[in-house]
């Protein structure tokens, strides 16, 4: 599943692999964040992708598979990140409706994190795991919708900003993918910055990026996770 395969990457895009399971697990990190996520059936198109990744992006673009635990709450996310480092993600609140500048329509929903997060969650042998595997690439921009590199200081140096990306899913056999921004930073700035990221990438609605990004459409992680798992009950 390699969302690059059909684009040559510029050298200011990067590739970061899953090449090592260590874990500094004395550091644990909070990290709040703002976020709008859609979900699609089906293979990443790749016009979708050439759209998302041109070749003057600044980007990073990652494999990795994620161990998602089994739930049944679509406000608590826990998973094991590269499949060994655990983390806990829980919405802070319901979710809100939110209109992006190009019209487009999405559910917003603030989420914390814990990383790692052995001393929140409990594990034992009945818990039940999916494993995701997961085609990621990724832009992020600054309070101006200027774009800027991702590396492990940029956001530090930065302050606040939006990430943005474009994910290539494959779950069981069954391949979905999805576009997703996330805020960083004082919350109070959250929706602006949300706004500015997505009228830097989306542009106006005369792209079709108004008719496909829709609230019904719109979701986190876990409540995609269990409707995967309804519709799969449906089907047997």
Same mark, same amino acid.
């Given at each position: ?10 050298? =200011? ?67 094991? =990140? ?117 009228? &830097? ?25 269990? &409707? ?9």
């Amino acid at each position: 599943m390699d969302v690059t395969a059909t684009k040559a990457k510029p050298d =200011r895009f990067r590739t970061r692999s899953v090449i090592t399971n260590e874990v500094d697990e004395m550091a644990v990190s909070i990290d709040e964040t703002t976020e709008l996520r859609w979900f699609f059936e089906g293979k990443l198109p790749t016009a979708v992708l050439d759209w998302f990744a041109p070749d003057d992006m600044i980007g990073l673009s990652e494999h990795r598979s994620d161990s998602y635990r089994i739930g049944d709450h679509v406000d608590v996310g826990v998973k094991r =990140r590269f499949g060994s480092k655990l983390e806990l993600k829980r919405r802070q609140g319901p979710p809100e409706s939110f209109v992006m500048p190009n019209g487009s329509c999405g559910q917003l929903e603030r989420w914390k994190r814990w990383s790692p997060a052995d001393e929140h969650v409990g594990i034992d042998e009945d818990t039940r795991w999916i494993d995701v595997e997961k085609a990621i690439v990724k832009r992020r921009f600054d309070a101006l919708g200027q774009e800027l590199p991702i590396t492990e200081t940029t956001r530090d140096a930065v302050g606040q900003g939006c990430d943005a990306e474009i994910v290539a899913v494959s779950i069981e056999g069954r391949s979905a993918w999805s576009v997703a921004f996330s805020a960083f930073g004082p919350h109070d700035t959250h929706q602006a910055l949300l706004r500015v990221a997505a009228d &830097s990438l989306l542009g106006d609605a005369s792209n079709g990026w108004k008719d496909r990004l829709t609230s019904a459409m719109s979701c986190g992680y876990p409540e995609w996770l269990i &409707s995967i798992r309804a519709d799969e009950g449906q089907n047997n």
